[in-house]
């Protein structure tokens, strides 16, 4: 019975994992831009990486060109699950020397099953050693040959490390690449990343259910997270404070705020050092008041650009010169804003 409840526990975590990826790749609006298009997947080793699995077993379903996926020489299993023939020695060399490239341009039923799925994908690769590629260096997203692969790529779909976001979307940005990554949600204020938003250049996808986002982590790593956010029945970490950033266009962005309250002063008070009104929630922001307003920075979720316009933000009024002030009412200090202002254009008589 303890056997067959860790089988259940693992199949529910990898069910959790690929589900945090499926649920948002799977609107509408993504599928129809990767179609002929080459995806990237540049931070994923594709044998414990959920984003190349399910582009991998998506392939003909997206009617996708290419996919590519390269991992980085620190990959903790990279290489153990499958050994090819005549890449012996590549395999034989200590884990942390191992970067590679697998890509990807077509795939079939190859077991006969009626079903493409993750069995036909190792199949594949079996059969088709010449799709793996040993890289040079160590796979790192800055280097000379990554960047050579980026540039091929259309799409890139991938969950960058997070202590190296800033230069991750510098570099999308540098190489006019859409994408579609995972990002921690406070990163909407960093001064490198608000600008983008701010221009319509970046933007929030569809997000995670019920805010929560889960991905596996290797072994040992777990007691870096605080307790009670890693799942040890899953053995899954789950993430609050995560969200996906985008430059695809999607449908979410022109679904208009429905606005029903009036403004009062009362109800909206001004802040101390600086002429805008505090609201203090999304759902609250009122229907005929057309100066700034002060909103939470889950605005964002729902955040139409027809509809406002994003004027800076309030944080410690020192971040950078988009963030104005440091948001007080009554002398009392107020969770970081988005300040906002409606679209004179919006206004429907």
């Not at 996808?205 to 890693?230: D, M, Q, R, T, W």
């Not at 403004?263 to 700034?292: M, Q, R």
């Not at 800076?312 to 440091?326: E, P």
Request: some cysteine; overall charge neutral.
């Amino acid at each position: 019975m303890a056997g067959n409840r860790n089988l259940n526990s693992a199949a529910r975590a990898k069910k959790d994992e690929f589900y945090t990826i499926e649920r948002e790749l799977r609107h509408e609006d993504y599928r129809k831009f990767f179609r002929g298009k080459i995806i990237l997947c540049n931070c994923d080793d594709p044998y414990e990486s959920d984003f190349f699995k399910y582009f991998a077993m998506n392939f003909n379903a997206l009617e996708l060109k290419k996919l590519i996926a390269t991992c980085y020489s620190g990959s903790p299993i990279s290489g153990n699950e499958l050994v090819l023939p005549g890449m012996e020695e590549f395999y034989s060399r200590p884990r942390n020397e191992i970067a590679y490239k697998v890509e990807i341009s077509e795939l079939k039923d190859w077991n006969g099953d009626g079903r493409e799925d993750l069995l036909d994908v190792k199949q594949f690769i079996e059969g088709h050693p010449e799709i793996i590629t040993p890289l040079k260096g160590n796979g790192d997203f800055r280097s000379a040959e990554c960047i050579e692969i980026l540039k091929e790529a259309d799409v890139v779909v991938t969950n960058p490390p997070f202590s190296l976001f800033r230069e991750y979307v510098a570099q999308l940005m540098k190489y006019d690449k859409k994408f579609v990554i995972v990002a921690p949600f406070n990163a909407i204020t960093y001064k490198e990343i608000f600008p983008l938003i701010m221009k319509n250049k970046l933007w929030l996808g569809y997000g995670f259910a019920h805010g929560n986002a889960y991905f596996s982590l290797p072994k040992g790593n777990y007691k870096i997270f605080a307790e009670g956010v890693y799942d040890s029945e899953k053995g899954l970490v789950k993430f609050r404070n995560v969200t996906w950033f985008t430059n695809i266009p999607l449908k979410k962005l022109q679904e208009e705020i429905f606005l029903v309250f009036n403004y009062s002063p009362e109800k909206y008070p001004k802040y101390d050092n600086y002429d805008a009104i505090e609201v203090s929630k999304t759902a609250e922001i009122p229907c005929d008041y057309f100066g700034v307003m002060g909103v939470p920075i889950t605005f964002l979720d729902k955040y139409n650009p027809n509809q406002f316009e994003i004027v800076g933000c309030a944080n410690h009024g020192k971040d950078s010169k988009y963030d104005l002030f440091a948001p007080q009412i009554n002398g009392k200090n107020i969770f970081k804003r988005l300040l906002i202002r409606r679209r004179q254009e919006d206004v429907h008589d």
